[in-house]
């Protein structure tokens, strides 16, 4: 029933590991396929997702919201699961969402945490666990029935940043959005590579710009220049 898709960009180092957890935590089979969307990449990150049993296709545009935008209308299943590939499901994570589904919630995501152990970081993951935009972004997931998705008009392929933010926004418009309870794990390397206060403080400085107005080009500027990293 659940299409997992992965948007990829040199992640030789985690692609495999995400695909081998999705599929033992997975405990009813109810994925019925991994698409690795990949941008680009120009490391191992196609041989190794196939190489674990995954689908690989191109996407004809580098971006997040373009790569999720083209494993979507390439799956096959009712429900479409979002993740990055740094992330690691819960066990049950299907099962929960396809109950969720089956009750009449047709979106939402999980609750987060990170695998670094911080006191900040053990705080900001506390708060996931209520639906406000400002604390939930694209590391907790997001599960979406392929007809809402379709009606609420995809990704926006104009944002860089921002996109999963501004997609829960419509999707709201078709269906109720919940936090399950349970904690996807993530990477914390941003947060090692240019400090925890640091990096959490231009997350939420990028939220706020863009709540008001400004331009992906002044948001992508800003975030390029106080954190290092190689995927904006």
């Known amino acids: 029933m659940i299409s997992v898709i992965v948007p990829v960009y040199n992640e030789a180092m985690h692609v495999q590991h995400t695909i081998e957890m999705l599929r033992k935590n997975d405990v009813e089979d109810l994925v019925v396929e991994i698409i690795i969307s990949d941008g680009g990449s120009s490391d191992n990150t196609i041989e190794f997702a196939a190489s674990a049993g995954a689908t690989v296709i191109q996407s004809p545009r580098k971006g997040r919201a ?3 935008n083209h494993g979507a209308a390439m799956a096959t299943g009712r429900i479409l ?3 990055h590939a740094d992330t690691i499901p819960p066990a049950g994570f299907s099962s929960d969402i396809v109950r969720l589904v089956r009750a009449g919630t047709d979106a939402g995501c999980f609750m987060l945490s990170f695998d670094l152990e911080h006191w900040f970081l053990k705080a900001h993951s506390w708060f996931t666990r209520f639906d406000i ?11 979406v029935t392929k ?15 921002m996109e999963d933010q501004d997609i829960v926004k419509r ?3 078709f269906s109720r959005f919940v936090v399950i309870k349970k904690p996807v794990l993530t990477s914390a390397r941003k947060y090692v590579d ?28 800003m975030y390029r220049k106080l954190l290092r990293q190689d995927k904006v």
């Open 147 to 161: 007809t809402i998705f379709t009606e609420a008009g995809g990704f926006n392929e104009r944002l860089i940043v």
């Open 66 to 68: 373009a790569q999720m």
């Open 194 to 221: 240019n400090g925890v206060y640091k990096t959490q403080f231009v997350f939420y400085l990028i939220f706020l710009m863009h709540r008001l107005g400004y331009s992906q080009q002044k948001l992508v500027k």
């Open 81 to 83: 699961y979002f993740l």
């Open 171 to 173: 999707i709201r418009k």
């Open 133 to 143: 935009n400002a604390i939930r972004f694209g590391d907790q997931s997001l599960f």
